[in-house]
């Protein structure tokens, strides 16, 4: 398999010290042109370990910004942005757990990360837990699964299920903003929301539809999470507190964490407590990776 990696790089300023910014991109190997940004002084100290970032539905890879700046001073950090969103090519299918999770063993190999800790949030969970299902353990370190099910007892209740679809496609607009302003609990600046908003709405109404209409038994998330022998975190809201009692019960050796307060996008909405609820899980892994 060939990877083209195209590269524009901006210098920041963190805490005093200079970091790299760069948009890279690589093609799979079905031909897509996928971005991703890199960040952190953890490129040049390889034992420092590396984080890579996936985000949810219809969702850049910038809402990871508040994780991109904070942990870049220490880590080299990459955050993808999937197929059909953010500033990675509209697919023409691919859709599906199996093909993304394909699509994060491929970023990789092309992007280099030795051992990275893979952070899924919302639709980003299933395709972390798809991509160990599919690849096993030996090419990451850790998983951080943050507020999504994880196919333990109880099923979740809602969320975006057939009503969610038919308004989609009833009214795309009103129901992303509907969405979008719901994963907060915290104050966002109406600019922000709406940076987020249009973000969301370049993913193409069939491709967003298709997102959402895997089919199969949900248990096979719960299957892949408790046959990884890696080290999982998982983060949750009030939604999904009884499936993180449960996992906790069944495997003491999974810590999870509930933000009480928080809402879907809880790294935004209490980003400090988020980042320092990694650096602890960070901090039990071994050093070189």
């Given at each position: 398999m060939r990877f083209g990696t195209f590269l524009v790089a901006a210098l920041f300023v963190l805490g005093g010290r200079m970091t790299c910014a760069e948009s890279r991109h690589f093609k799979t190997s079905d031909g897509v042109l996928l971005h991703y940004e890199e960040r952190g002084v953890g490129r040049v100290d390889s034992s420092r370990g590396s984080i890579l970032f996936v985000p949810g539905w219809t969702m850049p890879a910038s809402i990871w910004e508040p994780q991109l700046l904070h942990f870049a001073e220490r880590y080299r950090v990459v955050a993808l942005d999937p197929r059909g969103q953010g500033d990675s090519a509209v697919a023409p299918g691919g859709y599906t757990p199996e093909r993304r999770a394909r699509d994060i063993a491929e970023l990789i190999r092309a992007a280099g990360l030795q051992q990275p800790v893979i952070v899924g949030w919302s639709l980003g969970v299933l395709e972390a837990l798809a991509y160990v299902q599919a690849h096993?353990?030996?090419?990451?370190?850790?998983?951080?699964?943050?507020?999504?099910?994880?196919?333990?007892?109880?099923?979740?209740?809602?969320?975006?299920?057939?009503?969610?679809?038919?308004?989609?496609?009833?009214?795309?607009?009103?129901?992303?903003r509907g969405f979008v302003r719901s994963m907060y609990r915290s104050e966002q600046s109406e600019a922000y929301l709406q940076t987020i908003e249009a973000a969301s709405l370049k993913t193409p109404l069939e491709a967003s539809v298709a997102l959402l209409s895997w089919h199969g038994p949900r248990t096979r998330w719960r299957d892949a999470l408790y046959a990884t022998t890696k080290p999982v975190l998982y983060v949750v809201t009030p939604a999904f507190a009884l499936q993180a009692a449960n996992v906790a019960r069944k495997r003491p050796d999974i810590r999870t964490e509930v933000f009480a307060q928080a809402g879907h996008a809880l790294f935004v909405d209490e980003a400090t407590r988020f980042n320092a609820v990694l650096e602890q899980f960070l901090a039990t892994l071994p050093t070189a990776r």
């Open positions: 096993g353990d030996a090419a990451h370190a850790a998983l951080v699964l943050v507020d999504n099910s994880v196919g333990e007892e109880p099923a979740p209740g809602g969320g975006k299920g057939p009503a969610f679809t038919t308004r989609l496609r009833q009214d795309r607009e009103k129901t992303v």
